[in-house]
Nanobody, 128 residues
Framework: QVQLVESGGGLVQTGGSLRLSCAASGRTFSTYGMAWFRQAPGKEREFVATISSGGEITLYEDSVKGRFTISRDNAKNTVYLQMNSLEHEETAHYYC?????????????????????WGGGTEVTVSS
């Protein structure tokens, strides 16, 4: 089992940057595929990015490619999401999620239902 705690959210102007962090408990962090999802008020949770357990594979939602970067440090049990050129429409609650099924190697990596653990999230507000 793993517990996840996100941080790094806040208020930023359009075009600005934020770096989100997700700290995981437990000794088996390196066996989990990790992902970031986001949910805006009144909308469904949507996939943002995922990274394989060893960090060798990363996948992104099309609209964030080239602007967002997911990375992980298994020695620190932490996954990151660097977000650049933020847009007002990306205002949302951002969640870190974990799974052990290797979703990144399947077509199911963008489905939140496949993830086993998630944190309480961190709020990102992009002012227009």
């Amino acid at each position: 089992q793993v517990q996840l705690v996100e941080s790094g959210g806040g208020l930023v102007q359009t075009g600005g940057s934020l770096r989100l962090s997700c700290a995981a408990s437990g000794r088996t962090f390196s066996t989990y595929g990790m992902a970031w999802f986001r949910q805006a008020p009144g909308k469904e949770r949507e996939f943002v990015a995922t990274i394989s357990s060893g960090g060798e594979i990363t996948l992104y939602e099309d609209s964030v490619k080239g602007r967002f970067t997911i990375s992980r440090d298994n020695a620190k049990n932490t996954v990151y999401l660097q977000m650049n050129s933020l847009e007002h429409e990306e205002t949302a609650h951002y969640y870190c999620e974990a799974e052990e099924k290797g979703l990144v190697y399947s077509d199911l990596y963008s489905d939140a239902r496949g993830y086993d653990y998630w944190g309480g999230g961190t709020e990102v507000t992009v002012s227009s």
